[in-house]
């Protein structure tokens, strides 16, 4: 199985930046492609991110292309979501998650998930 553990969050203003990180239990982390999520307030989870297992093809949900960016460092065992420009909007709690290939992080049926870090914005 693989163990997905989330950090980086915390109470921000708008215009930040935060680099939210995920680290993967590391026995097989190099071939599963890997994302990251969101649930705001009251609204059901959104997918925000995806990245390929060796990292060379990303997947951005339109509501957060050109501020947020993911990468992966797959001799730490470590996904991370950096997040430009903060806004209000963002507040939500942030999911990491793997999954066999990123059209299934995509498609929001991942196999695991993390337990989530939230990220506050303040207007």
């Known amino acids: 199985q693989v163990q997905l553990v989330e950090s980086g969050g915390g109470l921000v203003q708008a215009g930040d930046s935060l680099r939210l990180s995920c680290v993967a239990s590391?026995?097989?982390?190099?071939?599963?492609?890997m994302g990251w999520f969101r649930r705001a307030p009251g609204k059901g989870r959104e997918f925000v991110a995806a990245i390929s297992s060796n990292g060379g093809i990303t997947n951005y949900a339109d509501s957060v292309k050109g501020r947020f960016t993911i990468s992966r460092d797959n001799a730490k065992n470590t996904v991370y979501l950096q997040i430009d420009s903060l806004k209000p909007g963002d507040t939500a709690v942030y999911f990491c998650a793997a999954a066999g290939s990123s059209s299934l992080i995509r498609a929001g049926i991942p196999d695991y998930w993390g337990q989530g870090t939230q990220v506050t914005v303040s207007s």
């Open positions: 590391g026995r097989t982390f190099s071939s599963y492609a």
